[in-house]
């Protein structure tokens, strides 16, 4: 038994290795191999790609044997791993150095034995030399005198060869060593590549093999910086937590991932390893072994174009008449080779691999082939993406057509995307109005469909009628219109009723679901004590029975509902036999009374994402443990496999989210509606002067955060305020009651005017023609502690001195006055009946608390004082505004035009739009906190 304190153990594989006729079978592979170098070195003129591939793989297989047999030899002898040419030259001079050294010393010590130690050191100097000139021939010895074997398959460069362990065995272990030297414990399925290794080195044959499993949603890429190659974690039997090993190498992944899915009666792996008869699996291997000795030659120009030239005369014969190298689909031999040639799916390597070969041969057909493979593509995706850099290039890069714009500051790739072959959704309930938090959801679901060229769907997920409207389901397609977002396909969950209720029926069938009539608050408890119900080992005809009932719309059957069997004793609660299906007799919005009952979200949702063709489903952490429930279902039912990309909700303190919360304020006619800006429905910040380019942009920079916070809106609002600014066209307005009159003494009467830039930074925007008369408006704030011969600014206008403080204000224009000198640069407004009336409103939060408690009464944190109005009078250019129109009142702030100038009695309305600042621009202070 393995003690706690024990090395990992090895992989179960090569626990099981210690058997004889896994020996045997070993032993005859090196056997084969060693008469196939022989065969090949005879040949004239002797092909030295082929001769030192099967040198490699001769000592691969070697290894294996060493690994399996506790550290001996075919021989018998034990293992001892042959020398690389830099290592013999190594112990080549250090044994010359500790000579040296040795006679030194013996020199020194006036011994008179120093001619007796040098020719010692000289003796052991020579034997180290002649041990390292042996040990290249020793495996082909060892071999060449055992007992003959079959000769290997013609048509092949290199004999069948079993593959390598995770490590080569050493004299000091009989189990194989790591192959990476990283100290990080790997979890079950967690598979770790180092991110700035070459793409040859990362694991993209495994990454190619669990996609087309349709399992790589099951493993967990990591990144580990100090880790020499690849690794997976594997897991304890029975165990889903626990990690008892690693298995290492690309190829030796792959296999275990191919098997374990095999295993699974997933019939497209048998046949991707081989098929079911053992001609088939063997050609595999023989091809696949001869790969892993390819692989082995070095990543030199020179050696990629041998080795290119070694593949083309192995595959040039096989690929005549074929697609594949072996059947009529791809097989593990194809990704293997493929892998071997440098895994060539980009544009740049694909052109490297062209120059190299005949322009028309086989290989390069199959290469471009293989190359575009959806499985290919995005193993390459997953194997560049985990180091952060940009997508890989598979069209040609010079080509703006194909290139990917750079990811958005804030964002995540998406991991496993290429152009073309991404499809997100976006799955509201059509029982409330959106939020912010559903626009981060879309806004982040359509950037990836527009990058990434492919398509969003709008999916209403109606499966409960006692909640949903139509009034909401055509909300929810104006709001998303409010803020850009225009769906490639809009679709319905209930369109899918009859095909989820057929999977439900298969379940039930099969053993994987029972009916149960246990009391809400009963089946509650049972979860939590992880007991079993009364009901989960029934009949399947007495299941079936049951849910006949349930859909019946009879009395009896509204006490029964559809459960998972699943784990009741999981540590993740979602996995403790969830409901899948109740009854409900409301009439649906759309099938009416078709239907009396109805799949849950938890059924429904991935079995329409593996229907509907979605690649990526993006989902908030609060879902986090609902994701293993959706694999398990997707797994249970054999249905394509949907990667889940997760991210964090968006919170925002002082405001509640919940539909009950925001539709108790409209009920009690707290708030206008759905739409008031207070709220913070997709309504209501657009209403409240929201620009859509500033939100994508502030909600795609939260995007790749996992971590739940509590944000605050000033943020949200400074991001809104860098944008609107760029096109906010300038007025003024002065406060009806607090206001001071100036008389301009050498002013003109009459109709005078002059021309100002609506955006002062921007004169493309034009100009508007401000009036100017003798009698002018400042606002009072402004002219405290004035004095007699000041000079004041006009804004826009010009310099006046004062001439009179006491009562009344007086002044004379300066042509030409200086600026810069004067202290005051004020509001103002000429007192004429072309001005606007106007009424500015401003807001405030609506409730006292930053962030509410599940035990917090709403109605005791309720902010009594959430908005006011002021009276102001306004440029007479503010009557040709349109609702909707951003505009700054100078000195103000910035204002959304929510009902435009009609007559006196229906002025101007604007709503204050806040900066991310405490307080206004400038003195102008509202009547309210400024947010």
Known sequence: MTSENDDAAPPPALVAAESSPLLDE??????????????????????????????????????????????????????????SKSEKKKMEKDAKRRAMEEAAAAAGDGSGGGDANRANQTSEANAAKKAAKKAEAKAMKAASSSAASPTPGSGVAAAPVVSPPPAAATKSTSRPVASSSSSIKLR????????????????????????????????????????????????????????????????AIARYIARRSASENRRAMTDFLGGRTHEG???????????????????????????????????????????????????????????????PSSFEMRAEIASMLPIGCPTLRWVETISSHPAIREATQLAVGISGKDEATFDNPDDATTALEPIMTGMNHLEGATPGNVTVRFPPEPSGYLHVGHAKAVLLSDYYARRYRGRLILRFDDTNPSKEKDEYQSSIVEDLAKIGVRPDVVTFTSDYFGTIEKYALWMIKNGLAYMDDTPQ??????????????????SVSEALEYFDLMRSGSEGGSVWCLRAKIDMTSDNGTLRDPVLYRQNLTPHHRSGTTYKAYPTYD??????????????????TEYDDRNAQFAWIQRALGLRRVRIQTFARMNFMYTVMSKRKLTWFVETGKVTGWDDPRFPTVRGVTRR?????????????????????????????????????????????????????LIVTNAEDGLNFLTTDYLPKDPSFGKRLV??????????????????????????????????VDGGLEGVFVPGGDVKSAKRKLSWLADVPENCRTILSEFDNLISKEKLEEDDKLEDYINPNTQAETEVIGDAGLRTLKANDIIQLERRGYYRVDRPYFNETRPLILFMIPDGKKKAMSGLDGKLAHR
């Not at 967990?220 to 039997?237: K, M």
């Not at 608050?521 to 029934?538: C, G, I, L």
Request: hydrophobic share 40%.
């Open 771 to 804: 009036r100017i008369s003798k009698r002018v408006l400042l606002e009072k704030v402004d002219t405290e502690g004035m004095e007699v011969g000041e000079n004041i600014v006009l804004t826009r206008w010009g310099v006046v001195e004062l001439t009179k």
């Open 521 to 538: 608050e009963e089946m509650q408890k049972e979860r939590m004590d992880r007991q079993n119900s009364r009901h989960r080992d029934q």
């Open 281 to 343: 699996v063997s050609l595999v291997d023989q091809y696949v072994d001869y790969a892993s000795s390819l692989s082995r030659l070095g990543v030199s120009t020179d050696v990629r174009r041998r080795r290119a030239l070694a593949v083309r005369r192995t595959l040039d014969p096989a690929l005549r008449a074929s697609t594949y190298v072996i059947g009529n689909s791809m097989t593990l031999a194809d990704v293997a080779l493929f892998a071997a040639l440098g895994f």
């Open 188 to 251: 079950p399925y967690q598979l770790s590549f180092n991110p700035n290794s070459a793409l040859t080195d990362r694991p993209v044959v495994a990454l190619t093999v669990a996609i087309l499993a349709n399992a790589i949603v099951d493993y967990d890429l990591v990144s580990d910086h100090n880790r020499r190659g690849c690794a997976l974690g594997l897991p304890a039997s029975g165990e889903t937590t626990i990690t008892t090993a690693e298995v290492g190498g690309d190829l």
């Open 26 to 83: 070993l032993k005859a592979r090196i056997h084969s191999i060693a008469e196939a170098v022989k065969h090949l070195k005879s040949s004239s003129p002797p092909d030295r790609d082929a001769i030192s591939a099967g040198v490699s793989a001769l000592l691969d297989a070697k290894r294996a044997y060493a690994a399996a047999s506790g550290g001996i030899d075919v021989d018998g002898r034990p293992w001892e791993e042959p020398m």
């Open 689 to 741: 002067g929201i620009d859509v380019g500033a939100l994508k942009r502030f909600m795609c920079s939260q995007g790749a955060s996992r971590r739940v916070v509590n944000m605050e809106w000033s943020k949200f609002w400074a991001e809104n305020k860098k944008e609107i600014d760029k096109y906010a066209k300038r007025f003024m307005a002065i406060d009806k009651s607090e206001n001071v009159p």
């Open 603 to 620: 059924l429904a949702c991935p079995i329409v994402d593996s229907i509907e063709g979605v690649t990526h489903a993006l989902r908030t």
